[in-house]
């Protein structure tokens, strides 16, 4: 009997040094990488074949967004491609930022070829925008307990600098455990003054622009325009969006999630907390599978499952016992895990 299983696609920062080599090593179909070398060779664009064979990986080339966003998406529908369907059933498809264009391909809403067009463009658009920043700062108590009046504090904090004259910061993604800030150096700067240091917190993010926030109008203005509606389709599979909506096969006006996607995705913060809380309460899947590239998503899933109290979990040590017991979060990126999800060989 098939598992079920939600598949979750990563954003931004999730091809690494590691990763080098990812398409190389696990793509499965190369008519397809072809495809969509062909489509960056047609722009002047390095293709990812040649990105991803480099000899050694580089923070200033590899991180770009104009070439990571195209990197992680080939993973990531590489890892969708490799799913065992004879004995993986996916019911819901949702992803962290970048990660819900990728999401909308693996559900079906946009084809291959069509997804990548769509992570390509915007990938491209904020790199030669490049408007502002963004930083990761810890919510949590130790062992990851919830701790619902640090966060508070913290949003009061960002409200506060960003009300000041001259700085803009706001919440980008609620990412599990993290707050993402976006804002420009000045709301950046003013937070990093203001709080604590936490092991590697506050932590800037290279080559990441003020994503998820109204800074970002001019890039969603532009996607709009290069990026018709009518590539979009009625999915294949429930999409679960960074509101937590869902948007069902069969009943989605695809106008509104062509706007969702290019507008509001683009510009207001991204809950993928809640989209996993949705995901867990709406389809209680028996795996949540977080495709490649990387693992550096799957804590976050497991928070995000925590601050939901799923199963009971409460803090990090219950997330590992019954994790241990009954393996239901799944890193394609990792190969103790990969086995359990994807196709024999």
């Known amino acids: 009997m098939s598992k079920t299983a939600v598949l979750i696609c990563p954003g931004r920062g999730t091809y690494n040094k590691s990763e080098l080599g990812v398409l190389g090593r696990s793509f499965p179909n190369s008519a397809l990488l072809s495809e969509f070398d062909a489509r960056r060779a047609g722009l002047g664009q390095e293709t990812l074949t ?3 064979s480099a000899q050694r990986y580089s923070v200033a080339k590899h991180t770009r967004g104009d070439n990571a966003s195209a990197l992680i998406y080939a993973a990531t ?4 491609l490799s799913i065992d369907a004879r004995e993986i059933d996916i019911v819901a498809v949702t992803g962290n930022s970048m990660g819900w264009y990728s999401a909308l391909a693996c559900g079906g809403a946009l084809s291959a070829q069509d997804g990548f067009d769509v992570v390509n463009t915007m990938g491209r658009l904020m790199q030669e925008s490049l408007i502002g920043g963004q930083l990761v700062y810890p919510h949590l108590a130790e062992n990851w307990t ?23 910061l706001t919440l ?8 993402v800030l976006a804002g420009d150096e000045a709301g950046l700067s003013a937070f990093e003054a203001a709080v604590p240091v936490q092991d590697n917190f506050p932590m800037r993010l290279s080559n990441h622009a003020a994503f998820h926030s109204r800074l970002q109008d001019p890039v969603a203005a532009e996607g709009r325009a290069l990026l018709a509606a009518e590539r979009f389709r009625q999915p294949a599979t429930p999409l679960i969006d960074g509101r937590g909506a869902i948007w069902w096969p069969g009943a989605c006006d695809l ?14 913060t991204y809950d993928f907390t809640r989209a996993i809380e949705v995901a ?11 495709a490649g590239p990387g693992t550096t998503l799957g804590g976050a899933v497991a928070q995000s ?12 040590t219950a997330f590992q016992t019954l994790q241990s017991a009954s393996p239901f979060l799944v890193s394609m990126g990792r190969d103790d895990q990969r086995h359990l999800v994807a196709h024999p060989g």
Do not use: C
Not at 77 to 80: A, I, L, V
């Open 172 to 179: 980008s993604i609620d990412l599990g455990g993290m707050l």
């Open 50 to 52: 040649a990105l991803d």
């Open 305 to 316: 499952l925590i601050l939901a109290d799923w199963r009971g979990m409460n803090d990090k």
């Open 255 to 268: 106008q509104a999630l062509w706007s969702y996607t290019l507008d509001h995705q683009v510009v207001e």
């Open 146 to 168: 919830p701790d619902p009046e640090r966060r508070a504090a913290l949003l009061a904090l960002v409200d506060e600098i960003n009300d000041r004259a001259g700085h803009v």
């Open 77 to 80: 529908y590489g890892d969708f």
């Open 280 to 290: 867990a309460r709406e389809f209680a899947p028996d795996y949540f599978i977080v």
